[in-house]
C-alpha cells in the first residue's frame, strides 16, 4: 500500500486540521489520563506512542478494544482511521480481564449478565463485567478425515462465537501428508452451536488438494463443546476508577465459582529504604508481573496474554550508600504489569553489601502522544 508524500522541500507537515473537531486547536499534542481513550478522527495519522498508551481497534468479534500497537515498544505508526474503530488509550491502573479458577456450576449458557443471570462485582474501582457460560470449545478436537498430500501443517480458522464471546483457536501437526493431531490452543467462550473448522493449506504447499493457501476439501474436523452451565469468560464492559491494588469479585447468584483479576498496572514510585554501599545511578526494576493461578480453560489470549508486561525503571534515590524514597526518578513506568510485582535496587557503580527492602507502588501513569495528520 502506498502512504501519502508527508515531506520535502517546501512541504512543510499538516496541522491545521488539529485533533479537536473542526480542526480546531492547531496541536498535535494529546495528554491522555489513567483510564481515558481517545478515537482517532477520521483520515490518516502518524502516531508516536511514549511509554504506557496503546493504538486500539474495536473487535467486531468479542466487543473488545484490542490492542493494535503496544506502547514504547511500536515507535510510530500510521493508522488509517474510519472516526470510529480505532483509537489512543492509557489503559494503565485498570482491570482488563479475569483468570477463571473456578468456573462454578448452575449458570445460564449466554453471553451478559441479562442472558445468564450471572452479575460479577469487582471489590473497588466499580468497573462493569461481562460474564460469559458455556459454550467452549472441548479441547479434543476429532479428525473425521485426515486428508492428504499435505506437505507443511496446514492453517486452521475456527468460526467466531455471536458477538461478545471469544473466538477459539486450534492448530494441527501432520504425519505421512495427513493431519495426526490438533491442539486446542484456545478453547474461546460463548458458543451456542458446535464451530466449524476450516482447513487452508499453507501457503508452502503445493501438494495439498486445492494448491497453496486455498481451502482444503479432503480433510474435516469435528469440534464439540463443553462448559455448559460454568463462567467460561469475563470482560469488563466499562472500567470504572483507576485502582492501587488488585481487586477481587463477587459472584451472584453465589457459587464456587473464583477468579482473579488482571490488571494493567503502571509503577509509580517505590516505597521502603535501606541497604548498604549502593552507588550513585542505582536503579529499581520490577520483576514478576504477570498474574498467577491456573485457568479452567485454555484461553491465554483473554487471561495472561491480554497485556504484554514491560519492567519499570526507576532511578534510585541514594544517600550515604543507602537507597532512600528521597530523589527517586520514574525514567519508565513500565505498562502492561498484571499484578503488584516485585521490586528491587541494582547498584550501577557499586557492589551492594546489604539488599534494600523495597515496595511498588502501582497505578494509572499519565500520557503524552503526537498525532501528526497526513
Known amino acids: 500500500m502506498a502512504f501519502p508524500r508527508i515531506g520535502g522541500p517546501g512541504i512543510g507537515l499538516n496541522v491545521a486540521n488539529g485533533l479537536a473537531p473542526g480542526g480546531a486547536g492547531l496541536t498535535n499534542m494529546l495528554t491522555l489520563l489513567p483510564g481515558k481513550r481517545f478515537i482517532i478522527p477520521a483520515g490518516i495519522w502518524g502516531i508516536d506512542l511514549d511509554t504506557v498508551s496503546n493504538i486500539e481497534f474495536l473487535d467486531p468479534v468479542s466487543t473488545m478494544w484490542r490492542v493494535a500497537s503496544s506502547a514504547y515498544g511500536d515507535g510510530h505508526t500510521v493508522v488509517n482511521s474510519d472516526g470510529a474503530n480505532f483509537a489512543v488509550a492509557n489503559r494503565t491502573g485498570l482491570p482488563v480481564g479475569g483468570l477463571i479458577t473456578n468456573a462454578g456450576t448452575g449458570y445460564t449458557n449466554g453471553i451478559g449478565s441479562a442472558a445468564t443471570g450471572l452479575t460479577i462485582t469487582p471489590s473497588a474501582g466499580g468497573s462493569t463485567w461481562t460474564p460469559i457460560v458455556g459454550g467452549a470449545l472441548a479441547t479434543s478436537v476429532t479428525i473425521t478425515t485426515a486428508g492428504s498430500g499435505f506437505s507443511f501443517a496446514p492453517n486452521l480458522v475456527i468460526d467466531a462465537p455471536p458477538v461478545g464471546g471469544?473466538?477459539?483457536s486450534a492448530t494441527c501437526t501432520i504425519s505421512g501428508g495427513a493431519i495426526n493431531a490438533v491442539t486446542v490452543v484456545n478453547q474461546g467462550a460463548g458458543y451456542s452451536g458446535a464451530p466449524k473448522i476450516t482447513v487452508i493449506n499453507d501457503p508452502r504447499d503445493t501438494t495439498a488438494a486445492g494448491g497453496p493457501g486455498a481451502l482444503n476439501t479432503q480433510a474435516v474436523l469435528t469440534a464439540a463443546l463443553t462448559g455448559s452451565g460454568t463462567l467460561t469468560g469475563m470482560y469488563p464492559a466499562s472500567d470504572g476508577t483507576t485502582l492501587s491494588a488488585v481487586p477481587t469479585f463477587t459472584f451472584s447468584p453465589a457459587s464456587t465459582t473464583a477468579a482473579t483479576a488482571?490488571?494493567?498496572f503502571a509503577v509509580v514510585a517505590y516505597t521502603g529504604s535501606g541497604g548498604t554501599a549502593y552507588g550513585s545511578g542505582s536503579i529499581v526494576t520490577s520483576a514478576n508481573h504477570t498474574v498467577a493461578g491456573t485457568s479452567v480453560l485454555a484461553n491465554p489470549a483473554h487471561t495472561t496474554q491480554l497485556t504484554t508486561p514491560r519492567p519499570c525503571r526507576i532511578t534510585a534515590g541514594?544517600?550515604?550508600?543507602?537507597?532512600?524514597?528521597?530523589?527517586?526518578?520514574?525514567?519508565?513506568?513500565?505498562?502492561?504489569i498484571q499484578v503488584v510485582p516485585t521490586i528491587g535496587a541494582v547498584s550501577l557503580n557499586g557492589i551492594a553489601t546489604a539488599v534494600a527492602a523495597l515496595t511498588a507502588t502501582v497505578?494509572?501513569?499519565n500520557s503524552q502522544i503526537w498525532m501528526q495528520p497526513f
Not at 550508600?321 to 502492561?336: C, F, H, K, L, R
Request: aromatic share 4%.
Open 166 to 168: 471469544f473466538q477459539a
Open 262 to 264: 488482571i490488571m494493567n
Open 363 to 365: 497505578g494509572g501513569a
Open 318 to 336: 541514594v544517600s550515604g550508600g543507602a537507597i532512600t524514597v528521597a530523589n527517586q526518578v520514574v525514567e519508565d513506568p513500565g505498562s502492561g
